[in-house]
């Protein structure tokens, strides 16, 4: 699921110019997130801090993103991408404290 999201983190930022491409970006990450936040905990203490924080972070993101969108809030937009891009690096500290590299 990390994966996923990192992908969907990554889609988000690629796209952040092409509002068409942005909208279905944040649709699956609105989707993925969804799922996420379903999941057991992460027995590693410091791994769950991490993603929940990631998963907080993604929630405001992926919030911003579709009202921004729905709004055509050029400004909202782009602080939905920001969240959204900061959260790839908690992604990332929470894939690395789980696997040790």
Known sequence: MISTLQGDVSSVTAD???SDNLNADCLSLTADGTVAQGLP???NPA???A???ALQTLQQGWRDCNGGISDSNSSEISNAVAEIQSAGALL???KRLITGT
């Open 47 to 49: 791994a769950q801090n």
């Open 16 to 18: 952040q110019s092409n």
């Open 51 to 53: 993603w929940s924080s």
């Open 92 to 94: 990332t500290q929470t």
């Open 41 to 43: 905990p992460i027995p």
